[in-house]
């Protein structure tokens, strides 16, 4: 296809601006999808993704506009999927911008926004849910004008919802957004964005083809990984898989690679032809680090085989998610994960219990730390429980986070921001009411319930993204939790010094509340090395027994006893204490507001 | 020595239990199968309890153990009924019926010893009027003291009074009155009962939220129970059980034999409606009906009823459940399947149950006296229970009285 008619974009966007509604219009409007087929948020197939209204893997599909190809690459919306964003970007030349007429600029439109201009992407801005009765299409077409550098008439208006506007946001992406313009007859060069694994089919590469001509049936390479392997199919999504011959420069489509080992091809890798001889490959991709670590351990220790094949499964279509097997003395044994950020750890597990059907138990999660030991031995630490007891230095992955709020919220934004030790950077106005405000964080603050908090203390109106800004230095310690004197290994954690008595204590308090009553008294102590910094005491039942128990009632009495041994059962053994699921994320439900 | 399920059940049950479910009233937290009023079917329910053993005699072994009449209000049926009842059964060294202190006339006291019933269990419940209006019982303290004396007057010298608390509203000193004044009537026996709030009654209802809040206030009633009672010479032999000790007045073992059979894992069979029955690798419970339950009989057929098979595990489960609740050891002789060892090891060092070893070198438990207020617990962890219940069945059920 001659590339002057084509034009590849992304919808980017805040979480709920209506990104995926607007996709589904643009579908139905190009015939893509006939009424029948249309169900909403088409493109978001996995059931959690329709439920959550959010897009976790990118996609790409082709539709027709007036003798134009357009090829839609979706986007995620949510801050945890920042790198999957960027590499769809890196398909595309334009993006359109849509912003909620109610909302206004949120956070995520501003980092999905400079990261379109990095880029170098034309960018049409949009102001959607004109249709909504608060809308304030001019005044948000203002801020986008102000943010972009250009005049609020050149910002469109539309209602997803209704329709009213798409047609010409289609004209406008035919106008403005730039044809691509690789070279037709060059070597064949192909950037792979996304992958998936199909069961019968294999790997299927996601690819936007930049320059030369890919054939059906050709010999290809990855050159990076040096993978060859034959084009069993190419074609294009619209939305389901469309064969084509060939996919020429410029064009959007897929690939499928027959490949039964998803690391054999890694996303950001370039294809070629395994005759061509092309030089350099495309600009990949940064690897993404896992910066959010877990543990998952299966409620019922038998399905440990099944967690571990299920994460085998789901690896396939996340390269972003790491997993070790890890032993703890309290848990049994499961994995320590590694994610993105939190939604992404929470998707994960939602889909591990949806999907594969499994019980799991997940622990407070932390932040991986870079650590000198006392012989300037460096390690990485994805486990508190593993932290060295004597360290030279630890250091900790720091953000850049960006908070957008109504003015009369930035003290409390300041507050808990300054609680959780972070530096103030700088503060703008992006209209009268509302302020932007960038602080340098660190990451192991945010995990926890930063967000949680931010949203309870201005009512929800705060928006909030983050980009990683490195690792620094901390004057950090483990603090680890004994219950019936023996150290829990699933309850250690890695504070601050400042914060360790503190939270040490409520830690405890909250545990003292979580964990029952039993036959015995339980010490629950919270120490530093071995010093104890915090203690409380569960204090033993003084009586636990059925009052009455005569002949009419022994088969319900001993139902009860069954019942109440099953009760234990679901309770973890840490030295002979029953310890429930819930205490092992007792570190997340602290009352922050108390700090 | 057990039969086995399947084919007719062979005669092994030393213990009757009949069921009169008649009252004047129904108490709020009562879950007895229970009839209020109707006195014209007093007399027709007596024969079809009469039919009924006719049937089941084949499972009676000679000479009978023990007869426990409960309710109901045993003594709240119509006075010709009940003797008719009672000259039916078979003769047995010890025959128990429950009473409610205001049914008890100096009339009927002698008809009771005359027809042959050595132990009479009385339902005093509390000595103070408010607690008692709690309970909705009838009986206020004066009719419980005027009841012992009229039993004593006609030589009944084994009567037990059964004690509740735990009841919303209930202090300390409350419970301190009804101790003193239960033990200024010098009976043989005491059943002191913690108060539950059960499934769907009126009670759990009304009282279901005070009995949570007051829960961990009154978690140290029943040591103040056992202390009292044990400095008053009775023996705590079974969880909510005492009686008089041999050498602080009595002479003669004054537990409740017809319980104490129970408890020990042995078989009994149970007439009249939600009667209940193990015999063997059965469990049976007559349904609840009172139409259904004589009609049949009239008919000449065997009541309605559930039947709950019971394999050697289960037995095995209840007879160390049973047997805890006991101050006596419990023989580990067929049980040891059952037990597990680690949590056995663990309790012990706890300090909650010990190993005893029997004359004869045959291996026995026991709970200790803090463990005896934990054994609910100690239960739960100590037994391998055969399958983790599918719960849920709350099957309202005679009680076999106390």
Known sequence: MDQSRIRNFSIIAHIDHGKSTLADRILQLTEAVSERDMRDQL???????????????????????????????????????????????????????????????????????????????????????????????????????????????????????????????????????????GEPTAAPRALVFDSSYDQYRGVIAFVRAVDGRFASGVALRAMALGTSFEAEELGFMSPTRTPVPALEAGEVGYVVTGLKDVSRLRVGDTLTTARSSAG??????????????????????????????????????DAALFYEPETSQALGFGFRCGFLGLLHMEIVRERLEREFDLDLLVTAPNVAYRVEDRNGQQIEVHNPAEMPREVEKIEEPYITASVIVPKEYVGDVMQLCTERRGRFDHMEYLSEERVLLSYELPLGEIVLDF????????????????????????????????????????????????????????????????????????????????RVIARE?????????????????????????????????????????EVPQEAFLAVLNLDGSKR | MTPRAG???????????????????????????????????????????????????????????????????????????LLRVLEGLPDAAEVTVEANPETVTPELALRLRQAGVTRISLGAQSFQPHLLGVLERRAGPADVRRAVHTLRDASFDNISLDLLYGI????????????????????EHLSCYELEAKPGTRFSYAWGGELERQAEAMEGYLELVVERLSDAGYRWYETANFCLAKGCGAERDLRAQHNLGIWRGHDYLGLGVGGVSTIGAVRRRNLPSLERYRSALVAGREPPRELEPLDDATRACERLMLG????????????????????????????????RTLPGGKRAIALTTRGRFLGGGITAELVIWPRLAECGVEQAAASFGG
């Open chain 1, 43 to 181: 493109l978001d197939s996995m059931e959690l993704e329709r439920e959550r209204g959010i897009t976790i893997k990118a996609q790409a599909v082709r539709v027709s506009w007036k003798g134009h190809a357009l090829n839609l690459i979706d986007t995620p919306g949510h801050v945890d999927f920042t790198y999957e964003v960027s590499r769809s970007l890196q398909a595309c030349e334009g993006a359109v911008l849509v912003v909620d007429a109610a909302q206004g600029i949120e956070a995520q439109t501003l980092a999905n926004a400079y990261l379109a201009i990095e880029n170098s992407l034309e960018i049409v801005p949009v102001v959607n849910k004109i249709d909504l009765p608060q809308a304030d299409p001019d005044g948000t077409a203002r801020e986008l004008a102000e943010l972009l550098g250009g005049s609020p008439d050149d910002v469109l208006r539309i209602s997803a919802k209704t329709g009213e506007g798409v047609a010409t946001l289609l004209d406008a992406i035919v106008a403005r957004i730039p044809a691509p313009s």
């Open chain 1, 280 to 317: 350099a490959p495309l600009p990949g991709y940064k690897d993404v680090k896992p910066m959010v670590f877990a543990g998952l351990f299966p409620t019922d220790s038998d399905d440990y085989p099944e967690l571990r094949d299920a994460l085998e499964k789901l690896k396939l279509n």
């Open chain 1, 451 to 530: 967000y949680d908090q931010l949203k309870s203390r201005t009512r929800g109106y705060a928006s909030f993204d983050y980009d990683l800004a490195g690792f620094r230095e901390g004057q950090l310690t483990r603090v680890d939790i004994l219950v019936g004197g023996d150290q829990v290994d699933a309850l250690s954690l890695i504070l601050h010094r400042d914060a360790a008595y503190d939270r040490g204590k409520q830690l405890v308090e909250r545990l003292k509340v979580e964990i029952p009553r039993q036959m015995f008294d339980i010490p629950i102590q919270a120490a530093i090395g071995s």
């Open chain 1, 537 to 577: 005491t569960v204090k033993a039942k003084r009586k636990d027994v059925l009052a009455k128990c005569y002949g009419g009632d022994v088969t319900r009495k001993r139902k009860l006893l069954e019942k109440q041994k099953q009760g234990k059962k679901r309770m973890k053994q840490v030295g002979g204490v």
């Open chain 2, 7 to 81: 084919g007719r059940l062979a005669a092994s049950a030393r213990h009757l239990y009949v069921h009169l479910p008649f009252c004047a009233h129904r108490c709020g937290y009562c879950d007895f199968v229970t009839v209020v009023g109707r006195r014209e079917e007093h007399v027709g329910y007596a024969a079809a309890v009469l039919a009924e053993l006719a049937l089941e005699r084949p499972l009676l072994q000679d000479p009978l153990e023990t007869v426990f009449v409960g309710g109901g209000t045993p003594t709240f049926t119509e006075q010709g009924a």
């Open chain 2, 168 to 187: 919303p509203g209930q202090e300390p000193a409350d419970l301190e009155r009804d101790l003193a004044e239960a033990l200024a009537l010098a009976p």
């Open chain 2, 324 to 355: 805890l609740r006991l101050d006596e050891p419990l023989p580990l002789e067929g049980l040891e399947d059952r037990v597990d060892g680690d949590a056995l090891e663990r309790l012990a060092a706890r300090g909650l149950v010990e190993a």
